[in-house]
């Protein structure tokens, strides 16, 4: 009886955190920070809750990029998806050769950067906004520097991922590409194609508990539905500061957790 009980519980507990994931990513991003620890929570060894949480969060991702298709820079195109491959599946592959209790201690130290790395997402934003109002037409860009330099950004979302976007959007930027739209709709792309070639390499490898990857699936897709009629509405700033905090608070929890 009381197992039973706490195994609903532990769906319970699993639908109220993919809803909220679903919600942060629809109005400002950082649903891993929620939904990632709550696998955790439920007795998903590490490296699986984050291999399960991959593939849930995945589908929103997709919706992203039909939404921007317009507005992605052909000619950059076939760098982005290249480094967004390679990085993804060999950050996949790390992941699954990592021991458990290795990413287990790892993982305060990913959701503090993570964290930090989001915080400092709103200086850059106005940055590359500014450089957006100044920009006129098209540069070419050199394209096998960018790869090197997408690379590792890419491996990192294959890896763990959160609070990436804004590194493939500052990669670009510094080797020239200004405008606003262009940049958001080929972070969006890397971000989608790198996580979706985590996403089969994790599949392949028999590491999504699928019960919980579902359910996870279905309600984030509902709370990003609601989170988008409301992210108009809120302001950027109140909600990056409650994504940063809650992943800070996350990493605390962790890092008191596993000392």
């Not at 997402?121 to 106005?126: D, E, I, L, T, Y």
Request: net charge positive.
């Amino acid at each position: 009886m009381l197992l039973s009980l706490s195994s609903h519980w532990h769906f319970i507990w699993l639908v109220v955190a993919s809803f909220i994931a679903g919600v942060m990513n629809a109005m400002a991003g950082g649903g891993s920070f929620i939904s990632f620890p709550a696998m955790l929570s439920i007795g998903v060894p590490p490296i699986q809750a984050n291999a399960t949480n991959t593939v849930a969060l995945w589908p929103g991702q997709l919706t992203s990029v039909a939404a921007l298709r317009k507005d992605l820079r052909l000619d950059l195109l076939p760098v982005v998806l290249g480094a967004s491959v390679v990085g993804g599946v060999s950050g996949a592959i790390v992941l699954l050769r990592t021991k458990q209790v290795t990413f287990l201690h790892m993982v305060p130290w990913l959701l503090l950067v993570a964290s930090l790395l989001f915080g400092i997402s709103g200086p850059v934003s106005r940055w590359l906004k500014q450089r957006s109002s100044d920009a006129h037409e098209d540069k070419p860009l050199p394209l096998i520097p960018l790869a090197l330099t997408l690379l590792p950004v890419c491996f990192y979302i294959g890896y763990f991922g959160a609070g990436a976007g804004f590194l493939i959007m500052t990669a670009l930027a510094l080797f020239g590409l200004e405008k606003m739209h262009e940049l958001n709709a080929l972070k969006v792309t890397a971000a989608c194609v790198s996580n979706l070639s985590a996403v089969f390499t994790f599949i392949f490898s028999g590491a999504i508990i699928w019960h919980y990857c579902l359910i996870s699936m279905v309600f984030a897709g509902v709370g990003g539905y609601v989170g988008a009629q409301y992210a108009r509405k809120m302001s950027a700033e109140v909600l990056r500061t409650i994504v940063v905090v809650t992943g800070c608070l996350m990493a605390a929890y962790f890092f008191w957790r596993n000392g």
